[in-house]
Every structure is written in C-alpha cells, then in structure tokens.
C-alpha cells in the first residue's frame, strides 16, 4: 500500500531479538539488560504479521535483530514466512558468526539472500569494533554461504580513526568473489551518536582514486536505496548506501518491526505502534488496521543532520538497522 506521501512500501525490516554475540560499539549498549523471553513476538506470531502485511502489499521481509542466528528457529522462521502467499523474498542481516553452521538449513528453508556485517579484515581491528575475536567464524560464514549458493552482500560501516583504513581491503572481497560490497554511512543512533562518520564521498573517492573510473551499475541489487558501481575485473559490485550525506527518503519503501511487535514507520523517531496485543487477543482485524496506519502515518524524512530533532534513543540492536 502507499503511506501518505504516496510511497509504495512494500518491504519489512524484522528484529527478532535484541541478544548478540557480538558487542559493536556503535550499537549495542555497554551494560544490556536483555528484554524478558515472554515480551518478545513467538515465531509463529511474526509469521502471522508478515502474513497480514503480505495482504497489505509487504512482499518483501528481512530478518535481522539483535543477532538474529542467536535466536533459536530462525531458519524455521524463514521457512515460514517464505512459505506464506505473496511474500517472495526474505533475507537475513547477520554478523556471519552463526552463518556456516546454519548455511544449509537456510538454503533448504529458501533463504533468498543475506547481507553480512563486516567492517575490517584485520583481525585486531575487527576485535577492536565488536569486542571479539571471531572474524575466521566470519570468513567461514562467508564461504558456506558461496557453497550454498546463496546471493550475499556485504555490510561496511566506517567510522573515522577506527576502520576508515580498511575500505580497500574490504573493496578487493568482491574482486575475488560474487560479493557485492557495501559502504553504509554510520547514523546517528545510540552510540552512533558519538562516532564520527566517514562520507560516502570520501570512500568513492578513495576507491575512483585506486581503482579509475567507477560505473554506475545498471542491474537491480536489492530492495533498498544502495547505488551501484561496478569495477572492471570484479565480480560483485561496490555498493554506497548514503542514508547522511545522499538522503533518499523520497524513495523509503519499508516499515520496522521490533522483537516486541511495535511497528516502526521510521528508523530516526520514537514513534512506534503496538501490534501485539491486538495479536495476542486473537484481533487479526485490529492487527492489520495497526499495520496499515504504521505505513501510512509514514513521516516525510529523517532529520539525521539536526541530531537535536532525533527522537529515537533506543540501540540499534534494539530496532534492527
Ligand atoms: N547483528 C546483525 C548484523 O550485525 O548484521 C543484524 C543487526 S545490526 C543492528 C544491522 C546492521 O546495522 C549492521 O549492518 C550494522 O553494521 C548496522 N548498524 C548498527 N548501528 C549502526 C549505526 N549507528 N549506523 C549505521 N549502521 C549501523
Ligand atoms: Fe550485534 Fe549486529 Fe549490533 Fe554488531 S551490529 S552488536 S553484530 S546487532
């Protein structure tokens, strides 16, 4: 359906935890305090929301978290949703630790795609930005997800002084392999707040400035606002996704689901709507009319650029990314 502004969306960003095994510093808090089992939506209950959203015009779903892995059923879940009529695509967001022990299962539940978290390949300074030493997990991740054939992008985020120096690196993945990768300016959110961002101008440059010209790649990659390029030799593509310093919120095509069941019209405001307890109490028509008013009472944009109007405070392991 379309929200107020006239914007089709079609796509679902679900949290299905807000636990992790990894401790990001732009993302997780340094003292959590996980939410209680019995407030988190069961699987078959966001099976039964992406279910009343197909209805509505929501044919694409990706689950993310929290680590979404951590989650006991998440490839279940997958199966589920993927199963239901209308819904033809759901991928996953992961920080690929969990990935290659759950390579096949995802595969055999119709996992369409899955985008990984990575933002260095050194591995101190990998350790330094999650707090542990697990990028070999990630590269096992990644290479399961190559056997199983499963179309896979890669996630970047860079902050300045910490990683900035690792976006060459990074870039060369998908040289080698069918990767795209993707360069995603750090938001304001949590802890993001005190990081500083490095602009997707600079790392363009820096990569035109390596590599020559890069070209505008003219095949579809994904659901999202990421613009492509291509260089010559590589097999994926180099991706930007400018949510700072390109914004491109005439064209958002998504809403937000958190673990608890608030839905979420925008990733920068507090605004959130409870779908749970019209759930809960069998209200399926209460349900869906809460689903359609989140997607209409979409706001026009973000207001990243003035941190003063953010009312969103929660982490963004809390709300997904
Ligand atoms: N644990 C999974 C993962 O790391 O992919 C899924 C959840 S994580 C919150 C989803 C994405 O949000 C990751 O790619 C992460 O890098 C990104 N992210 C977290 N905080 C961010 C921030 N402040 N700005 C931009 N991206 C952020
Ligand atoms: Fe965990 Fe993903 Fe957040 Fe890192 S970005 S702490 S992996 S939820």
């Known amino acids: 359906m379309k929200d107020q502004f006239g914007r089709t969306i079609d796509y679902m960003r679900i949290s299905i935890t807000d636990r992790c095994n990894l401790r990001c510093r732009y993302c997780m808090p340094e003292r959590i305090e996980w939410l209680p089992k019995e407030e988190l939506l069961s699987l078959e209950e966001i099976a039964e929301i992406c279910r009343l959203a197909s209805l509505l015009g929501i044919h694409k779903i990706k689950i993310t978290g929290g680590e979404p892995l951590v989650r006991n059923g998440c ?10 009529p209308g819904i033809d695509q759901v991928s996953l967001t992961t920080n690929g630790i969990l990935l290659a022990d759950y390579a096949e299962s995802l595969r055999r539940q119709g996992l369409h795609a899955v985008n990984v978290s990575l933002d260095a390949l050194d591995p101190d300074i990998y350790a330094q930005i999650t707090g542990y030493h697990k990028l070999p997990q990630v590269l096992d ?7 199983q054939q499963i179309p896979t992008k890669i996630n970047v985020v860079l902050q300045r002084g910490v990683n900035d120096t690792e976006c060459l690196a990074l870039a060369e993945l998908a040289r080698h392999h069918a990767f795209d990768v993707r360069f995603i300016e750090l938001m304001p959110i949590g802890h993001g707040k005190q990081l500083t961002c490095v602009s997707n101008t600079e790392v363009f440059q820096k990569l035109s400035d390596h590599y020559g010209t890069l070209l505008p ?15 010559e030799g590589f097999q994926g593509s180099i991706g930007f996704i400018s949510a700072i310093h390109g914004k491109f919120c005439n064209s958002c095509n998504r809403i937000r689901l958190t673990a608890t069941g608030d839905l979420k019209p925008c990733l920068c405001y ?4 409870s779908v749970k307890d019209a759930l809960r109490s ?18 026009a944009a973000h207001c990243f650029e003035t941190l003063s109007s953010i009312t969103e405070d929660a982490e963004m392991s809390r709300i997904g990314g």
């Open 270 to 273: 507090q605004e959130r709507i």
């Open 217 to 231: 790649d003219p095949d579809t990659h994904g659901n999202g606002p990421a613009r492509y390029y291509t260089v």
């Open 75 to 84: 490839d279940r879940l997958i199966g589920m949703i993927s199963q239901i």
């Open 282 to 299: 069998g209200d399926t028509k209460e349900a869906q009319k809460l689903l359609a008013q989140a997607i209409f009472q979409k706001p």
């Open 141 to 147: 991740g990644l290479r399961a997800m190559e056997q």
